[in-house]
């Protein structure tokens, strides 16, 4: 069964950037979309970016102008560049992947944990 495996989290400053990785455990992963998705303490996960995983098409529902989107497809991989990060941006930083359908994300990884200090 293929596993998805968040890395790249850690504590920056306020202002510095970060490269998140979104890795698939099988070369036959071959999903719809893949979004990344955060969850702050006390508040619910919401939706950062999203790539179509052929097309490459993106969606920033909840990036606010300073993330971009990209995947590798021969490494299995999708990746979330955050610029300026804010204290705010503190969450667990989750990747999904909707595999049966288009807007239901069926896979989950367990996330990578991102604190941004002040």
């Known amino acids: 069964q293929v596993q998805l495996e968040e890395s790249g989290g850690g504590t920056v400053q306020a202002g510095a950037s970060l490269k998140l990785s979104c890795t698939a455990s099988e070369r036959t992963f071959n999903p719809n979309v893949v979004g990344w998705f955060r969850q702050a303490p006390g508040k619910g996960r919401e939706i950062v970016a999203a790539i179509a995983w052929e097309s490459g098409g993106t969606s920033y529902p909840g990036a606010r102008g300073r993330a971009t989107i990209s995947r590798d497809i021969a490494k299995n991989a999708v990746y979330l560049h955050i610029d300026s990060l804010k204290p705010e941006d503190t969450a667990v930083y989750f990747c999904?992947?909707?595999?049966?359908?288009?807007?239901?994300?069926?896979?989950w990884g367990s996330g990578t944990q991102v604190t941004v200090s002040s």
């Open positions: 999904g992947a909707a595999i049966s359908g288009w807007n239901e994300y069926d896979l």
